[in-house]
């Protein structure tokens, strides 16, 4: 089966950096997304990783190990707009084609 | 271009009522989803498709039908509603082909169906 973890809530101050961390562990592996979703609405993509290391987008990176089962979603310069719930999902080779498996999501919360 | 769109965005069901949901994308992507998503459990996969005229079931498929008869479409069909198929439906989207497998998955609004 697939496992994924990642903290429930988190919170942090406007400005600040926060980390979020995810591990997994799966079968099949073949790459690794954040989504981002604010209360009410839809997820939408922040960042992809399919090999090792640091993909960096703007205020927002994302680090893979792949031998260790364990990405993170690094925030910078936190705004009170990026409070939202941040999922990670990994993809997985299936007989039927790549499907996503998604963590329950991590709540952040940030304050003035 | 609208991206993913579904429809109804809310309804309520007794139990026992069937219903059907649209999704349609404007993308010409190949894989379409169907996600459902409560509270502490996450998105969880109930089928899914990688062409027209394809179907493969997810993680929770039981008590849910789809069909794929055009690309652009997928339908998610509630044959007997039960109280436990109370929740926020996603579909998804994504593009696809031979030398780039699937990318990001766009996502729709969601329809908030709630059964009594």
């Known amino acids: 089966g697939q496992n994924i973890d990642q903290p429930t809530e988190m919170t942090a101050t406007e400005g600040a950096i926060v980390q979020i961390n995810c591990t997994y562990q799966t079968s099949g592996f073949n790459g690794l997304f954040w989504y981002q979703q604010h209360a009410g609405e839809a997820p939408t993509f922040l960042s992809y990783?399919?090999?090792?290391g640091l993909e960096e987008k703007g205020r927002f990176s994302s680090f893979l190990s792949r031998s260790k089962g364990y990405s993170y979603l690094l925030l910078k310069e936190l705004q009170m707009k990026d409070s939202a719930s941040y999922l990670c999902a990994v993809r997985i080779i299936t007989g039927g084609g790549n499907k996503l498996t998604f963590g329950t999501g991590t709540q952040l919360k940030v304050e003035l | 271009n609208a991206g993913v769109t579904q429809t109804p965005k809310f309804r309520v069901l007794k139990t026992g009522q069937s219903m059907t949901l649209l999704c349609a994308q404007d993308m010409n992507h190949e894989y379409m989803y169907w996600y459902r998503q409560d509270p502490g459990m996450g998105l969880r996969l109930i089928h899914y498709?990688?062409?027209?005229?394809?179907?493969a079931k997810g993680e929770v498929p039981d008590g849910y039908n789809v069909s794929r008869l055009k690309k652009q479409n997928f339908l998610l069909g509630l044959e007997s509603a039960a109280p436990s198929q109370t929740s926020v439906y996603f579909c998804?989207?994504?593009?696809?082909?031979?030398?780039?497998?699937?990318?990001?998955?766009?996502f729709g609004p969601g329809t908030r169906l709630t059964v009594t």
């Open positions: 498709s990688v062409g027209e005229g394809t179907t």
């Open positions: 998804a989207s994504s593009y696809s082909t031979f030398r780039m497998p699937q990318r990001e998955q766009y």
């Open positions: 990783n399919v090999l090792d």
